[in-house]
């Protein structure tokens, strides 16, 4: 099993859709929780962070971690072909050791459609 | 959020000759700056991690010898690809995380550089 399993997609939604990606994982020692967005041939960009369980809104988008499923989900409101890229979550555990190491999701490709 | 620059965006190459990418935190001291590479509809694969000053790790299976690493200051880390062949064409990416206790665990990324051996 790998530490962490995200559907790859791809995902196809109209404008204006709410969309759910989630990813789940195999580690308990995760603790921090990550999204990033990557266009096409650019490097992921950093959408939310959390740290443990619970909810996080910025805008559109809305967080969610819920450690006792290992399971954490991104939703995305009125959704936007703007929106059309690669998801990947990824998450550590709270270890200098590891030098905070990131595990990556295989990332989720979305496409809106105007 | 914090700005990270890699340079160059794009590079085509002999094969046979040296490449070096740059990747510099602009706006925070890097404490840790990793370094990837990613295939096409694939993940990121964590080649090695460097802190500053130190020699950089290397995950398993990724040869030392043919992708150095220097991490001079706390703002930049170079990867350089020697003698390179036509496999390691790919996209390489640096990502960087600063010592803030509230984001230590946060990686910014560069925009990648995608690297075209002939």
């Known amino acids: 099993q790998k530490e962490v399993e995200q559907d790859p997609g791809p995902l196809s939604v109209p404008e204006g859709a709410i969309v759910s990606l989630n990813c789940t994982y195999s580690?308990?020692?995760?603790?921090?929780f990550m999204w990033y967005r990557q266009y096409s041939r650019k490097g992921p960009e950093l959408l939310m962070y959390t740290y443990s369980s619970g909810n996080k809104e910025d805008g559109r988008f809305t967080a969610q971690v819920d450690k006792s499923s290992k399971y954490i989900s991104l939703f995305i409101r009125d959704s936007q072909p703007s929106d059309s890229a690669t998801y990947l979550c990824a998450m550590s555990a709270n270890s200098g050791g590891s030098n905070y190491k990131l595990t990556f999701g295989k990332g989720t490709l979305l496409t809106v459609n105007p | 959020g914090a700005v990270v620059s890699q340079h160059p965006s794009r590079v085509i190459c002999k094969s046979g000759t040296s490449v070096k990418i740059e990747c510099r935190s602009l706006d925070f001291q890097a404490t840790t700056m990793f370094w990837y590479r990613q295939f096409p509809k694939q993940s990121l694969m964590l080649m090695a991690t460097s802190n500053e000053g130190s020699k950089a790790t290397y995950e398993q299976g990724v040869e030392k010898d043919k992708f150095l690493i220097n991490h001079a200051s706390l703002t930049l880390s170079t990867l350089t690809v020697t003698s390179a062949h036509p496999e390691d064409s790919s996209f390489y990416i640096c990502?960087?995380?600063?010592?803030?206790?509230?984001?230590?665990?946060?990686?910014?990324f560069g925009a990648g550089t995608r690297l075209s051996v002939l």
């Open positions: 580690n308990s020692a995760f603790q921090y």
């Open positions: 990502s960087a995380r600063g010592g803030n206790a509230r984001a230590k665990n946060i990686q910014y």
